[in-house]
């Protein structure tokens, strides 16, 4: 017993490993099933999460050539032994699944033939959320009752490592969903305003025309300056929805981009000043992940700087020497009251730097006064 329960215990590691890498569902679900199958000395094994409406979400195994499974067509449907186990509040295992009635249409002719059968469902309190399906024990005519008892530990644990990530997946899709509001956003804020004062001059230019040349000179040269300022808005716009290159520049490179582009832009005198010694590019300590929602967090607090806050001088400072990640982003701007609820309401950039720093494990702090700048300093901790 316990020389089979250590890599039982390996393996449940590994799937709550997979999940801490932030692998995706798919790559975690895979994984489990291929412990599955070595846990329990299967030829072929599976692991299927229903839709809900009588199908599959996903379907991975293990065990089959992709070859075998193309032959096998689409994803299986959630009747026969399927079904079965997803409807279970208990584990099956039998010598023979031909003789289960609950067999009959269960899979399609290019399936290869099984006959010892272990099905665990996997469960979050009482709701199955989805299945281990084992077949053809090697060695032996039947699974037993340890290799239940093993699939059933990976079964509890595998059920913690579908949750978190579905969970790590969903936040993914937030984080896009905030970078779309944000987006939207500055649109509304800044490039809508400019296009509707644009289109202001440009009505009265028509109207002063001939009562008023000089007038109309000076609502021309009005309007050629907001389409000047409404091209640059629209570039930075552009510019900030292409992914920066963590992996080649490392987040000091793309920091000194988003500086140099932003000065370029709006005419605001921006510094950059990082001390990140031996920084190695690429993901190879772990900071991949990390550093793009730093990146994320500096470009929501220098956009601020410069288009709300009217600042003529920003100072960025990025410091990677200590255990862990500071970034401090200082202007000379306007200032504000950090805690106005209406001004949060109306600029949510605040509070989506404010979640950014909670789920990187870090502290951010809003430093500012009406009339007194304002400096965002957040420290992350380090893998």
């Known amino acids: 017993m316990p020389e089979r329960l250590s890599p039982a215990l390996k393996a449940v590691s590994d799937a709550v490993l997979a999940v801490a890498s932030q692998l995706s569902v798919d790559e975690v679900l895979q994984r489990l099933v291929d412990s599955a199958r070595e846990l329990a000395d299967a030829r072929y094994a599976a692991l299927g999460i229903p839709d809900g409406v009588g199908g599959f979400r996903r379907f991975l195994v293990a065990g089959m050539g992709s070859e075998l499974v193309a032959a096998m067509g689409p994803l299986p449907r959630t009747h026969g032994m399927l079904g079965a186990m997803l409807e279970s509040s208990g584990a099956y295992r039998t010598e023979d699944v031909h003789r289960d009635p609950r067999f009959r249409g269960w899979w399609p002719q290019e399936h290869p033939d099984m006959r010892s059968f272990l099905g665990v469902p996997i469960r979050v309190r009482d709701e199955v959320i989805g299945a281990f399906y084992l077949t053809e024990k090697v060695g032996a005519p039947t699974f037993d009752e340890l290799d239940q008892e093993l699939i059933e530990l990976l079964a509890a644990h595998a059920a913690i490592a579908i949750t978190n990530a579905r969970l790590y997946e969903r936040s993914r899709e937030l984080s896009i969903l905030s970078e779309r509001n944000r987006l939207a956003l500055e649109l509304h804020d800044v490039v809508s305003q400019k296009l509707f004062s644009l289109n202001l001059s440009a009505d009265s230019a028509a109207t002063l025309w001939h009562r008023d040349p000089p007038g109309a000179r000076a609502q021309l040269d009005r309007v050629r300056e907001l389409a000047r300022e409404s091209l640059a808005e629209l570039r930075s716009l552009i510019l900030g929805l292409r992914p920066a290159d963590l992996a080649h520049d490392g987040l000091e490179g793309a920091l000194r981009k988003e500086v140099a582009m932003l000065g370029r832009v709006h005419g605001v005198d921006v510094e950059l000043r990082a001390d990140c010694p031996g920084r190695p590019t690429g993901d190879q300590d772990g900071n991949g992940e990390r550093e793009i929602e730093v990146l994320r967090i500096a470009q929501e607090a220098l956009h601020n700087a410069v288009r709300h806050a009217a600042a003529r001088r920003v100072i960025v400072r990025l410091d990677g020497r200590g255990p862990k990640l ?19 309401s109306r600029h949510l950039g605040l509070t989506s730097m404010e979640e950014r720093a909670r789920e990187l494990g870090g502290t951010l702090e809003l430093s500012s006064a009406p009339g007194k700048g304002t400096t965002v300093r957040l420290e992350v901790p380090r893998p």
Do not use: A, K, N
């Open 326 to 344: 500071s970034l401090e982003v200082t202007d000379d701007g306007v200032g504000f009251d950090p805690g106005d609820p209406e001004l949060r």
